[in-house]
C-alpha cells in the first residue's frame, strides 16, 4: 500500500481521535461471532491419547469465552486435535499442573470492591506467582490483552513477565486493513516488512489486528506483529508515537513459553458489521479467522504449535 506524507502533529491527533471512535464503535458493538465457521483440518496436528490439554480461562471475568466469541477458536484448536477445557478458578499451581498451555483472553477485575470497574487488576499476587513458578518448569501460556481497559487490569501479570502495555489503542492508517477500512485495523504482511522472523510466522503472509493496543517485550523477545513508524498510540486525550513496538511478541520464561497478543479478534471469526465505504452497504465483512484471504488462520495455529512445541 502506497505511504501518505505524515500530518503535522495537530492533524495526527485530530485524526487518530476520529479512528479511535469508529474502532470504538467497532469493538463495543459491530462484531458478531460466524457461526457458519467451518474449523476443519485436513491434517490434524494431534491424535488419540497425544492430545495437548489447553485450558481456555474464564475464571477472571473474560470478556471471551469457549461457548462465545472465542468458539470459532476453540473448535479450531479441536478440531487440529487439542483438548480445550474451559477453566473458571483463579491461577494456582495444582490447577495450573493439569494443563499445558493455557490462553488467557481479555481479563477483566475480579476484585468484588471494585467489580464495576472492567480496569481493576484481575489477578492477585499469588496468582502471578503460581503462573511464574508453572512457566519457569515448563507451562505455555497464550496472553491476550486488547485496548483500554484490558491492558490496565492484567497489569500485574505483564509487569511480572516484564511485558510493557500502552493500555491505549493503536492505529496506523499507513498500514490499515483495505477491506475493514479503519486505522484501527492494521495489516501486516511480508511484502510491508510488518512480519517478523520466527518459527510462528512459516507459511504466514497476511495477518490482520482489529483495534488492539500496543506491546513492548523483554530482552530476547522477538516481534511477530512489528508496529511501523506510523503507528499511534491514542488515548482520549492525547496520541503518541507506537514506533518500535509490536501487537505480537513471543519469548521464553524458564523452560516454558509465552506469546503476548494485542487484539482478540484476530484468533477469532467475526462479522464487521460497520458500513464501508468500499463494499455494497449493509454488507457484513468476515474478519479473523473466515477471512480466506489472510493466514490468521495459519498464524492461530502456529502460536499453539510453538506454545505445545510442535514448532521449535
Not at 483463579?90 to 475480579?110: G, Y
Not at 468484588?112 to 484481575?122: K, T
Request: charged residues 20%; proline residues 7%.
Amino acid at each position: 500500500m502506497p505511504l501518505r506524507p505524515s500530518p503535522p502533529p495537530s492533524i495526527a491527533l485530530l485524526l487518530a481521535l476520529v479512528a479511535l471512535a469508529g474502532c470504538a464503535s467497532i469493538v463495543r458493538a459491530q462484531q458478531v461471532t460466524d457461526s457458519t465457521f467451518q474449523a476443519a483440518v485436513a491434517h490434524p496436528t494431534f491424535k488419540d491419547d497425544k492430545r495437548p490439554i489447553v485450558f481456555f480461562d474464564e475464571g477472571h471475568r473474560n470478556a471471551h469465552t469457549l461457548d462465545g466469541r472465542f468458539k470459532p477458536f476453540g473448535k479450531l484448536l479441536e478440531a487440529d486435535g487439542y483438548r480445550v477445557l474451559p477453566s473458571r478458578q483463579r491461577f494456582s499451581e495444582p490447577l495450573l499442573r493439569n494443563c499445558e498451555v493455557m490462553v488467557l483472553v481479555d481479563a477483566t477485575s475480579t476484585v468484588p470492591a471494585i467489580s464495576v470497574d472492567p480496569a481493576g487488576p484481575a489477578f492477585s499476587d499469588i496468582e502471578v506467582k503460581a503462573m511464574r513458578n508453572w512457566l519457569e518448569a515448563g507451562g505455555s501460556l497464550l496472553f491476550v490483552a486488547e485496548h483500554h481497559p484490558f491492558g490496565a487490569a492484567v497489569a500485574l501479570l505483564a509487569r511480572d513477565l516484564r511485558v510493557d502495555m500502552s493500555n491505549r489503542y493503536t492505529v496506523d492508517g499507513e498500514h490499515e486493513d483495505p477491506t475493514i477500512a479503519n486505522a484501527g485495523c492494521i495489516l501486516y504482511t511480508q511484502e510491508n516488512k510488518l512480519l517478523g522472523d520466527h518459527p510462528i510466522l512459516r507459511g504466514v503472509r497476511r495477518v490482520t489486528a482489529y483495534t488492539g493496543q500496543s506491546l513492548k517485550g523483554p530482552n530476547g523477545s522477538v516481534a511477530l506483529l512489528k508496529l511501523a513508524d506510523s503507528a499511534q498510540d491514542v488515548s482520549a486525550s492525547d496520541s503518541v508515537s507506537a514506533a518500535g513496538r509490536a501487537q505480537g511478541i513471543a519469548f521464553e520464561v524458564g523452560k516454558g513459553r509465552v506469546v503476548v497478543l494485542a487484539d482478540a479478534a484476530m484468533l477469532t471469526a467475526q462479522f464487521s458489521l460497520t458500513p464501508n465505504p468500499r463494499l455494497p452497504l449493509g454488507k457484513p465483512v468476515a474478519m479473523g479467522l473466515n477471512r480466506p484471504d489472510l493466514d490468521n488462520r495459519q498464524f492461530a495455529l502456529n502460536v499453539m504449535h510453538w506454545l505445545s512445541r510442535e514448532l521449535k
